[in-house]
């Protein structure tokens, strides 16, 4: 019996409620609609469909980017080498179709360079016991180093005009960044909720000793992690290329921040073993409605950081506060 029907059982409709508060995704959502509600009331072109459908498509790549770092911090480690992969993964589809390979072949190509960098993250973690912040430091130096080797530091343009699709098209009316970003949302969450890999990952972050000794292999759990955050990185380069109709060296820089930040706003314990994965996509929306409506009042870039950096204090500081209290 789940906590949530045996809360509705014991007290019903007070029980619903008391499990939704006590989801880590409840405030993150609290927050997000109080910020809506609040560039609503200072622009009155904010709560419109066009804005609110482009504040999506806006806040896919780091969506998708921040599912990975979801996995990552979920097994108490991190991955700051998503930005240079999603460039180097963008460059290398971008190059191949240059250079004539099919795109569908190109995509795999990049994507598979992706994984294969998240491998390597996961291996040099799980099996050298090596710190995921030194390990992902020094990887996201190499990718972003690769890209630009490879692309001699210029942009890569020349693609297939059918490669817009997955950046600008549209699926059954919704923008194709939007149906991407959802459609990885889903899968990760089957995988965190539905399956023994999910219940693993949340058990290595919650106690990685306790884990190994009860019989999982950890080290093979964690090089998979990385292995998906590295995925997720390549997915969110096919759909940066694909928008820009270049392959950009240069692109994805500091897009981990802004991963970290989605993760650690959606209510994932920054030490792991704690969090949801739909929190990850209500932090990064609530990050790019804060984005979106700063921009539209006239609100200066170095400003926005300033209250930027504010709101993930504050959701630490919330996010400890209610690990303390259980």
């Not at 482009?54 to 921040?66: E, G, L, T």
């Not at 430091?137 to 001699?152: E, K, N, S, V």
């Not at 949340?202 to 009860?214: K, M, P, V, W």
Request: hydrophobic share 50%.
């Amino acid at each position: 019996m789940t906590a949530q029907s045996e809360l509705k059982k014991r007290y019903g409709f007070s029980g619903s409620i008391k499990w939704l508060t006590r989801s880590s995704a409840f405030y993150p959502f609290i927050g997000l609609i109080v910020v809506t509600v609040f560039m609503s009331f200072m622009n009155e072109h904010f709560f419109t469909e066009s804005n609110l459908i482009n504040i999506a498509r806006q806040v896919s790549i780091i969506s998708i980017i921040a599912v990975g770092m979801t996995f990552a911090i979920l097994t108490g480690g991190i991955d700051l080498s998503v930005g240079p992969v999603m460039a180097l993964s963008g460059t290398i589809m971008a190059g191949l179709m240059v250079l004539g390979l099919p795109m569908e072949l190109s995509i795999l190509a990049g994507i598979g360079v992706g994984i294969l960098f998240g491998f390597f993250n996961g291996f040099c973690i799980a099996v050298w016991a090596l710190p995921p912040i030194i390990v992902t430091l020094a990887t996201m130096g190499i990718a972003r180093g690769l890209a630009l080797i490879y692309t001699g530091g210029y942009p890569l343009s020349g693609l297939p005009e059918s490669f817009s699709f997955f950046g600008r098209g549209t699926l059954f009316g919704v923008q194709t960044p939007i149906v991407i970003m959802l459609l990885v949302y889903l899968v990760a969450w089957v995988v965190l909720h539905k399956t023994p890999v999910g219940r693993y990952i949340y058990a290595i972050g919650g106690n990685e000793e306790a884990t190994r000794l009860s019989g999982v292999r950890v080290n093979r759990y964690k090089v998979l992690v990385y292995s998906i955050s590295g995925c997720t990185a390549a997915i969110s380069g096919l759909v940066l290329t694909s928008r820009l109709m270049s392959g950009q060296p240069n692109a994805g820089v500091a897009f981990e921040l802004d991963a970290i930040a989605a993760v650690v706003i959606g209510g994932t314990a920054i030490a792991g073993g704690r969090g949801a994965i739909i929190g990850t996509l209500v932090g990064a929306m609530l990050l790019g409605v804060l984005n979106n409506g700063l921009n539209m009042i006239g609100m200066s870039p170095y400003a926005q950081t300033v209250i930027k950096g504010f709101i993930i204090l504050v959701a630490i500081y919330i996010g400890r506060d209610r690990n303390i209290k259980k």
